[in-house]
């Protein structure tokens, strides 16, 4: 199988990654913050590990502003329901995720409000205006995604969060698409609440998240229970990042996500982005020219893009030739609205979806060299007659055969 489904999750993962869990599971694991045995005390340590690298990966202050959650999801959550309140306002971009948007959906039977901004594809002064423009005296927060996960477009987060500032609005990031694959420093940045999954560009398995905070202490909550310390009050202790990881954490997902941050940091996020990017722009020079291939967005580039690019065959359902992909050629893309309704419909895609291509650090050029050449003669397999689908095919194979040699 060629495996293009790395925005929903990353395969495969680094063996170093693979070797933590199996560590975790076979020689430390015991609950870590619960038994004072050196077992307990070996799996307590591997958290505390994991979330000091995780502190520095992404400039937090310190490791207690590091919480470890379920996913990115769980993170949002944990911030909108611990945040907001009846007569609150928020601002959102017309990108977000569902992550984002239902959880405020829910809240807006409590009184909360929100407005969605909309991004201008390649004009950050436009989008940074959007988002000015859409706040209000009783804007408490700004939400925004740093890569979209339909698009791969990339928000200007840090001049949406330097003008938040100077209102006094606290900005949210969803780093799910950008976490590993970007450099993100929230003490630089200045960013209030950095909310990512690590089964994606941090390569760590499922089950292990973060949420990054040094606020955290203001939040309600809405889980509480054990936590391995002040056992003896009702009370859920107030203090970082206890407050928020009642009950017995994942483990092995959490050995796993320190791998993943390491084998991430031995890369660098530079060489990571940098490769995606090749491969998409090398997939968007074989597939733009094919008149029946529908592109959305501008050529994949370092300064605007993260590793996603979506398309459409003309007249065809993205489901139909996502599953012509999968079972003619063994390509896993993703189809559909990719839970981002909001994304779709700044396109007007929210009836068709998209075909999702999203490449890994371990995606080939020859991956993408199969994947264009099954995109192009599906459409010729389709639509043409014998002798037409004949030509068609050889010159389709001569123009691959120039453009592999100019390059």
Known sequence: MIYLDNSATTFPKPQIVRRAMNEAVSQYGANPGRSGHNMAIRASEEMYRCRTLAAGFFGAESPDNVVFTLNCTHAVNIVLKGLLHKGDHVVISDMEHNAVVRPLHALKERGVSYTI??????????????????????????????????????????????????????????????AGVLPINIGEVGIDYLCTAGHKGLYSPMGAGLLITSKGEVLHTFIEGGTGSNSAIFEQPGIMPDRFES????????????????????????????????????LYDRIHDNKNVILYTPRPGIRNSGGVLSFNIKDTDSETAAEYLNTRYGIAVRAGLHCAPLAHKHFGTEEQGTVRVSPSYFTSIRDITILSQAINSWFITEFCGVNERTEGMERYRIRVKKKSSSR
Not at 154 to 171: D, F, K, N, S
């Open 247 to 282: 009950g017995t954490q994942n483990l092995p997902a959490i050995a796993g996500l320190r791998a993943g941050i390491e084998f991430v940091t031995s890369v660098t996020p530079e060489k990571i982005h940098l490769h995606e990017i090749m491969l998409l722009d090398n």
């Open 117 to 178: 901004a909309k991004v201008s594809v390649g004009d950050p002064e436009e989008t940074l205006a959007s988002f000015r423009n859409a706040l209000r005296d009783n804007t408490k927060l700004v939400v925004c995604t740093h890569v979209s996960n339909v698009w791969g477009i990339r928000l200007p987060i840090e001049r949406i969060t330097a003008m938040c500032h100077q209102y006094g609005i606290e900005v949210l990031v969803d780093a799910s698409q950008s």
